[in-house]
C-alpha cells in the first residue's frame, strides 16, 4: 500500500463510535465528507482546544428545499470521484453507496463515556446528491443538524491519517483504526466481545466468535500491523463470565517525528517534577527517558491528577513519595488498561 504525505483529521468520538452497517466505499465518502467539511475550521482544532465555535460563514453557505410540506436546511459540498478512490469505471459505486447513506440509520453517541440516553439516532447522513459526470464530482447535500453532529468536537475528538484510513481495504480495518486512535497514548482498553461487536457494526455477523475473532478482528490486525500508522495488540479472557479483549495500541513513526512528539511532553514532566516534587536530577532523567509515545498521554494525565489531589506540604519527604510511585507506575503499565463501557449498551 502506497501511502502519500499524511493529512490528519480530527473526527468527533460520536463518529468514530457511531453504529451503522457501512460498507468500504461508505466509510470513505463519510470520511471525505467530513474531511471537506472540517477544512475551515482545522485550524481551530486542538490537542488543548476542542475547537467548540464553528463560524457559520467558513461553513457552505445554507440552502432551502422542500421535502414534501417540510422545508429542509442543508449544506452543500462538492466531492470528487477519485478522492473516494474509484476510477471513472467505477463511479456507480459511488452512487450505491451515496444511495445508501440517504437511507440508512445510524446511531452516533454524544459520549460513548456517557450513559445510553445520550445517543442519537440519525435516518440518513445525506440528504441528496447531484452528479456532474463530465466533471467526475458529486454534490452532497447533508442537513445543518448532521453537519453539526459531524463537526462536533467538542466532547472530544479522534485525530488520525486521513490518507491512511483511505487506503484500506476492509472496512472492519478502518473501523478498528478509528478506534485505536481514539486510545492513541494511553495504557490500552478491555472491553467485553458485546461491546466489540456493537462498535464494529458487526452484531450479526458471523455468529461464531472464533469467525468473528477471524474474520473482523485478524482482519484488521494483519491489515494494521502491516501497513498502519498506528496497530494494536490484543489478548483474550473471561471475567465475570465475559467473554473480554485486551487491547495495547502502539505508533510506528521515525526518530525525528517521535522525538518531536515527545519534546514538549517531556519538558512539562522535568518541569512538575523538579519545581513541584523537587526530585534529584538523576531520578528525573531516569523517569523521563521511560516515556514513549505509546504511554505519554497516559504519563502526563497521571502526573496532572497526583499535583492536583495529594497534598505535597504534609509529606515528609515529596521527591521520595513520588519516585515511590513513579517506580510502581512504571512497573504495572504494561499491565493495565482501562475497562470501558460504551454507549448504546446496557
Known amino acids: 500500500m502506497k501511502i502519500s504525505k499524511p493529512e490528519h483529521i480530527a473526527q468527533g468520538n460520536g463518529i468514530t463510535y457511531m453504529t451503522s452497517d457501512l460498507s468500504l466505499v461508505q466509510l470513505k465518502v463519510l470520511m471525505t465528507i467530513i474531511r471537506e467539511l472540517q477544512k475551515p475550521i482545522s485550524m481551530m482544532i486542538t490537542d488543548i482546544g476542542f475547537g467548540r465555535i464553528k463560524p457559520d460563514d467558513v461553513l457552505p453557505a445554507k440552502e432551502q428545499f422542500m421535502d414534501g410540506d417540510h422545508l429542509m436546511i442543508t449544506r452543500k459540498i462538492t466531492i470528487k470521484v477519485k478522492d473516494v478512490g474509484l476510477g471513472n469505471q467505477n463511479t456507480g459505486y459511488l452512487l450505491n453507496s451515496l444511495n445508501a447513506l440517504r437511507q440508512k440509520s445510524c446511531c ?3 459520549n460513548p463515556a456517557r450513559p445510553t440516553k445520550s445517543k442519537v439516532l440519525v435516518t440518513g447522513l445525506i440528504s441528496h446528491y447531484t452528479y456532474d459526470c ?4 458529486v454534490d452532497v447535500y447533508l442537513l445543518d443538524a448532521v453537519v453539526n453532529r459531524l463537526l462536533l468536537v467538542s466532547e472530544g475528538f479522534t485525530r488520525y491519517d486521513y490518507t491512511h484510513a483511505m487506503a ?3 472496512k472492519y480495518t478502518v473501523r478498528m483504526y478509528w478506534i485505536i486512535n481514539s486510545w492513541r497514548g494511553r495504557k490500552g482498553f478491555r472491553i467485553s466481545m458485546e ?4 462498535v464494529m ?10 469467525n468473528f475473532i477471524s474474520k473482523v ?6 491489515e494494521l500491523k502491516q501497513t498502519g500508522d498506528i496497530w494494536f495488540e490484543y489478548s483474550r ?3 465475570n463470565g465475559k467473554d473480554m479483549f485486551s487491547f495495547r495500541v502502539y505508533q510506528r513513526m521515525d526518530s525525528e517525528r517521535r522525538e518531536k512528539v515527545l519534546k514538549k511532553p517531556k519538558q512539562i514532566a522535568y518541569s512538575m517534577l523538579y519545581n513541584m516534587w523537587k526530585m534529584q536530577l ?3 532523567d531516569h523517569f523521563v527517558s521511560l516515556i514513549t509515545v505509546d504511554n505519554v498521554q497516559g504519563f502526563i494525565c497521571e502526573l496532572d491528577y497526583l499535583n492536583r489531589t495529594i497534598d505535597r506540604k504534609s509529606l515528609k519527604d515529596p521527591a521520595a513519595y513520588m519516585k515511590t510511585i513513579l517506580i510502581s507506575y512504571f512497573d504495572t503499565l504494561d499491565l493495565v488498561s482501562q475497562e470501558v463501557t460504551l454507549t448504546g449498551k446496557k
Open 108 to 110: 452516533i453517541p454524544y
Open 134 to 137: 463530465p466533471a467526475q464530482t
Open 168 to 170: 484500506f481495504s476492509n
Open 195 to 198: 461491546q466489540l461487536r456493537y
Open 201 to 210: 457494526s458487526a452484531e450479526d455477523k458471523y455468529p461464531r466468535n472464533d
Open 217 to 222: 478482528i485478524g482482519a484488521a490486525y494483519k
Open 237 to 239: 479472557d473471561l471475567r
Open 282 to 284: 538523576a531520578d528525573i
